[in-house]
């Protein structure tokens, strides 16, 4: 007799095929019994030591969120219903280049400065680990050894390594530190890594050539692995920053997943037709191409990754300098605000479209909510001015929202097929992206339901299968006997996105069951006390 059956599902199996109904029996972690309405009557119903009536509920795997920034969140929070309430039963951690393995002390003491906003500044956490799969061990571990709220892969971070093997200077590498940095990557993949993820606009990776890092891609290549660019830019230039990784990725022979993929600001309005053509004809030439998004107009960084690269260089104390220097603070702004700097993808920024969601110093709380531009209007001085010390005082710890997206852009590229879906959720800040809390029930609930964007079976898809076969997982991401238990039971009806710009830790709708390893984090509703997530890591 199995643990637990869930009765009566509308099954959405993750392949993109039609939903049926049937009798999901769970025991041991994995999916052992699929009973189909159709044949019920020739055999036997599955039993279990518990039902659950799922009468009116879709089931489906559980999502994989491709492009999460919970490094430390998850050694942080036990609950972290950011995540497990959305229905995401695996994260994938190590994005955009920077994050806090493999390193050293100096290392480590450095990117922990420079990714504060992203992640905290990590006081509240013991780094007990150097080495990519010390971390993955600690995930492991988790709280008092009972794992973490949900499972997480990790990607090497490109920035981190060259951070780690040749510092945050603005050169090329030696042929010594070449080798070190295919190493520290092949070491980050022997350990369990999935792939390499670079931040092409934030410093020290950006300081990095193409073909720096096509041989990095090589070993990811000689292991399986892919490589996830946040490439040179999103805003002018996007489109070549787009056929550079795709020619980068075709000449290192490796698999390429582009992040958060959009074509932002006024520049590209209407363009993402041109994207897809290159992907499409990328794919027809035999590239091994994917992509994520999520499924919102605005963006989200630091404000200190607008400041143009030379600016950056040397690392956080060395960007401090700078601003505090009136000449040197002088040149960023012109950089900024007439040339287009490259940390600001080229464009020359607009102050009215950055909002800061987020400060460290809680006596800078006032900035938070306000465009750099209304600041500065309530202040009675140039934006530059109330930029520039926000960027000082709070010592690069803001994090912003960026609104330069257009809808159609949104909708057109998550209709193509190699898409999946990655909230990219930072969750730190008084009022963060609302796509940490809300990226996979608003896919369900407005790009499903509401708009007809894409039927209820292909996003699913989009969600679960299609972002497990690029982590070449081979027992996850479809409802499949024998496949590991790890899925969400939502009411088509009543999924929604509860988090707003205005209120964006709001915990989403009709997502009453979520299970992990056939144990409930979410039931009822509510967030249990399981911690049933561990790392999950590279398999050949």
């Known amino acids: 007799m199995a643990e637990l059956v869930i009765r009566d599902a509308d099954v959405v199996d993750g392949s993109g095929g039609a939903s049926y109904r049937a009798d999901v029996a769970i025991d041991r972690g994995r999916i052992v019994s699929i009973v189909q309405e159709a044949a019920a009557a020739g055999c036997q119903r599955p039993k279990a030591r518990r039902e659950l009536d799922a009468e009116g509920l879709v089931l489906s795997p559980g999502f994989i969120d491709m492009h999460a920034h919970s490094d430390l969140a998850l050694l942080r929070d036990p609950d972290h219903s950011a995540k497990a309430a959305q229905g995401v039963t695996l994260e994938v951690l190590g994005q955009d280049g920077l994050s806090y393995a493999p390193v050293d002390d100096r290392t480590l003491a450095e990117v922990r400065r420079a990714i504060t906003g992203w992640n905290g500044d990590g006081d509240d956490i013991d780094f007990d680990w150097r080495s990519v799969g010390e971390y993955l061990d600690r995930l492991d571990f988790g709280f008092d050894g009972r794992g973490i709220a949900v499972n997480a892969a990790y990607l090497v971070p490109q920035g981190t390594v060259r951070a780690l093997a040749v510092g945050w200077e603005d050169r090329e590498a030696t042929p010594q530190e070449l080798d070190r940095m295919r190493q520290l990557v092949a070491d980050g993949l022997e350990q369990g890594a999935v792939g390499m993820s670079s931040g092409l606009t934030y410093t020290p990776g950006m300081y990095a050539k ?140 607009e102050w009215d479209t950055i909002e800061i969601s987020g400060v460290t110093d809680p006596g800078l709380g006032d900035f938070v909510g306000r465009t750099v531009q209304d600041s500065a209007d309530l202040r009675g001085e140039a934006p530059w001015v109330t930029a520039r010390r926000l960027l000082l005082d709070d010592r690069l710890g803001s994090t912003i929202l960026q609104h330069v997206g257009h809808e159609d852009n949104v909708r057109a590229i998550m209709r193509h097929p190699v898409h999946t879906g990655g909230s990219d959720g930072i969750l730190q800040g008084a009022k963060p992206h609302p796509r940490a809390y809300g990226t996979f029930p608003r896919y369900l609930g407005r790009y499903v339901r509401e708009l007809g964007v894409l039927s209820l079976e292909e996003c699913v898809a989009r969600l679960t299968a299609r972002p497990a076969a690029r982590l070449r997982l081979p027992d996850r991401g479809l409802v499949r006997e024998g496949y590991r238990a790890d899925l969400v039971l939502f009411d088509p009806a009543t999924v929604a996105a509860g988090s707003s710009f205005e209120n964006p830790r709001v915990l989403p709708t009709g997502i009453p069951y979520v299970l992990i390893d056939g144990r409930f984090v979410i039931e009822d509703g509510r967030r249990t006390d399981v911690l049933a997530g561990r790392s999950v890591r590279r398999t050949q």
């Open 210 to 349: 193409d073909a720096e890092l096509t041989e990095l891609c090589r070993v990811v290549a000689s292991y399986g692995g892919y490589y996830c660019p946040h490439h040179r830019s999103y805003g002018a230039g996007a489109l070549e920053a787009y056929e550079e990784m795709v020619a980068l990725t075709r000449e290192a022979g490796c698999a390429l997943h582009l992040a958060h993929a959009t074509m932002n600001f006024g520049v590209n309005k209407g363009r993402a037709p041109e994207l897809l053509s290159l992907l499409d004809d990328a794919l027809a030439a035999g590239a091994d191409i994917s992509l994520d998004t999520y499924p919102y107009t605005p963006g989200s960084t630091t404000l200190a990754a607008l400041l143009p690269s030379w600016a950056s260089e040397g690392g956080p104390e060395e960007v401090l300098r700078r601003l505090a220097d009136r000449e040197t603070a002088e040149r960023i702004r012109h950089h900024l605000e007439v040339v287009g700097a490259d940390g600001c993808h080229g464009v020359p920024v």
